[in-house]
């Protein structure tokens, strides 16, 4: 294993993984530690998808290996990888449009392990908008109150480490600094978030630091205040 990868939190060891013939992520290689929010940025088709699969285990890897508080669970499936404390919220969402919110919050509920124990009226603390919908179907929440409820399904499954693909696309910017509140809040908790985002937008409100991935490969690792300050980096790699 490749030097100083973490023993706390996840940890991507020269990853590749693809479709097919195809390899769409070569040798990604990327900590996240908890109470970290690291943002993992590149246009549409860069890979930032895969690499999240790729971790959650919906694909295999075609090398490299991935691992959580130093253990490796690349070879393990889906569901031990959410027993490992990884959750995973992707870009469809993946809501049940036809139970409702509460009955939506029940299906993300795992086993309790020791530490953090989200409840629905936690969850309904920290997403206040979701409280007085409780009893209404998913299927007719707005598409802010959807991405709130994908997340706090995933919270009811106690994960430390969260995976969010792309949670502010087509939000109002109302809805995005909600958002972003609600990730502090879980930072301070002490869960580490990797963060897939297109542009810098709602990732310079909340992530530590930043890499960015185009054609599969990471070209730029750095804090996210140098990665605001840096216009050729963003305009070479990022849709400004
Ligand atoms: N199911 C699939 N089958 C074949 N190729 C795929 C599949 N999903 C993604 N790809 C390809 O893999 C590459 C990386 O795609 P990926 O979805 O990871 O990108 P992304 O960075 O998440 O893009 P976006 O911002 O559009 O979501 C792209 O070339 C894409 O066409
Ligand atoms: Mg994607």
């Known amino acids: 294993m490749s030097t100083n990868l973490t023993r706390n939190g996840l940890a991507l060891d020269a990853v590749s993984a693809g479709y097919g013939q195809a390899l769409a992520i070569r040798d990604i290689t990327l ?34 290996q991935v691992l959580m508080d130093g253990d490796e ?42 530490g953090r124990d989200w409840t629905p009226d936690r969850l309904f603390d920290l997403f206040p908008n979701l409280a007085p919908a409780r009893d209404r179907h998913a299927g007719q929440l707005s598409g802010g109150e959807q991405q709130m409820l994908a997340l706090a399904r995933t919270l009811m499954g106690n994960p430390r480490m969260l995976l969010l693909d792309e949670p502010s ?9 909600a958002l972003a509140r609600v990730v502090k809040t879980l930072k301070q908790e002490g869960l580490g978030i990797l963060l897939c985002e297109q542009n810098t ?40």
Request: glycine share 14%; no cysteine.
């Open 31 to 64: 900590t996240v530690t908890p109470g970290e929010v690291v943002a993992l940025l590149g246009r549409n088709g860069a890979g930032k998808s895969t690499t999240l699969k790729a971790v959650m285990g919906m694909l295999p890897l075609r090398g490299g």
């Open 73 to 114: 669970i690349s070879g393990r499936p889906v569901h031990a990888r959410a027993g490992a404390g990884i959750g995973y919220v992707p870009e469809d969402r993946r809501i049940f449009t036809g139970l409702t919110v509460a009955e939506n919050l029940e299906s993300g509920r795992r086993p309790i392990e020791a």
């Open 169 to 177: 696309e087509g939000l109002a910017p109302v809805i995005v600094d």
């Open 201 to 240: 937008s709602f990732t310079t409100k909340v992530a530590d630091r930043a890499a960015i991935i185009e054609s599969g490969s990471l070209q730029y690792e750095g804090s996210m205040g140098q990665l605001a300050l840096d216009d050729a980096v963003r305009k070479r790699y990022l849709a400004v």
